[in-house]
């Protein structure tokens, strides 16, 4: 069995074929390590992202049991950082659910305390939190927070978290009715995303399915070609500083 950071990865499963149940074998298989003498934040993390999983399966008697020891083990312990945690696994699930402004509300409450306590946990919150928003049109609030999580990251990489951002920023593209921006940037997410051995899994697996469609749906053969070509192309610093590029000038006005 590996050790637990190494199998504690929310969000972020190694690159491998994509079966339904794999994503629950990793996270029960870090909850098996944590329980036998990991330390606590292993052991929230993995019960978050197991009851997400659950939740996104539609096992919701499971997913509540997974839950009420998650939330147990947080009161007793006083650690705001599981519930930071809880709180992002709910947001996903409800992203993947269709249920944007819970999301926007989860995420927000787990930047929040991840602000105070979990400073490595601040890049990938916001993307998440900027996702729900993007999807909720409420763009000038998602660049915000993707621009925001995009200084974080040139200044200490973590390329699945950076995937995340560039398929936040093509639903922003959509949004904006620039689809071949967004096309390139999803071909670049998915680019980072090889490259670094990881694969989108649940929200982040389904918002990219859902940009890739609208893509597709707006842009001739042609066209989304020549975009997903140039956004392979691209380096993941290049999108990141111009998120950042782009906020300045906002606040320049």
């Given at each position: 069995?590996?050790t637990v950071?190494?199998?504690v990865?929310p969000?972020r499963?190694r690159?491998g074929p994509r079966?339904?149940?794999?994503g629950r074998?990793r996270y029960?298989?870090?909850?098996a390590?944590?329980r036998?003498g990991?330390?606590?934040?292993?052991?929230?993390?993995s019960?978050?992202?197991?009851?997400?999983?659950?939740?996104?399966?539609g096992?919701?008697?499971?997913a509540?049991?997974?839950y009420a020891?998650?939330?147990d083990?947080c009161?007793?312990t006083g650690?705001?950082?599981?519930?930071?945690?809880?709180?992002n696994?709910l947001?996903?699930?409800a992203?993947?659910r269709g249920?944007?402004e819970?999301?926007?509300r989860?995420?927000?409450?787990?930047?929040a305390?991840v602000r105070?306590?979990?400073?490595w946990?601040?890049p990938h919150?916001?993307?998440?939190l900027?996702?729900?928003?993007?999807?909720?049109?409420d763009l000038?609030a998602?660049?915000?927070?993707?621009?925001?999580a995009?200084?974080l990251?040139l200044a200490i990489?973590?390329?699945?978290?950076?995937a995340?951002?560039?398929?936040g920023a093509?639903l922003v593209?959509l949004?904006?009715?620039?689809?071949?921006e967004?096309?390139?940037?999803l071909?670049?997410a998915?680019?980072?995303r090889e490259?670094s051995?990881?694969?989108?899994?649940?929200?982040?697996?389904?918002e990219a399915e859902l940009?890739?469609?609208?893509?597709?749906?707006?842009l001739?053969?042609?066209?989304?070609a020549?975009?997903?070509?140039?956004g392979r192309?691209l380096?993941?610093?290049e999108v990141?500083?111009?998120?950042?590029?782009?906020a300045?000038?906002?606040?320049d006005?």
């Open positions: 069995m590996g950071p190494d199998l990865q969000g499963d690159q079966r339904p149940g794999r074998g029960q298989a870090a909850l390590a944590a036998e990991g330390p606590l934040w292993a052991l929230l993390a019960l978050g992202g197991l009851g997400g999983l659950l939740t996104l399966r096992d919701d008697t499971q509540a049991s997974v020891e998650a939330v083990l009161r007793h650690q705001r950082r599981g519930f930071a945690h809880l709180y696994a947001g996903d699930a992203r993947v249920d944007l819970r999301a926007r989860l995420h927000s409450e787990a930047l305390i105070d306590l979990v400073g946990s601040v919150t916001l993307a998440q900027a996702c729900a928003e993007a999807r909720l049109d000038e998602a660049e915000r927070h993707l621009a925001e995009a200084g990251l990489p973590q390329p699945a978290t950076a995340v951002a560039l398929v093509a593209g949004g904006r009715d620039r689809p071949e967004a096309a390139r940037l071909a670049a998915e680019a980072v490259r051995g990881f694969t989108a899994v649940g929200a982040e697996r389904h940009a890739g469609d609208a893509v597709r749906a707006r001739d053969p042609d066209a989304l020549a975009a997903q070509a140039d192309a380096a993941a610093e990141l500083r111009e998120l950042v590029a782009r300045a000038t906002w606040a006005h």
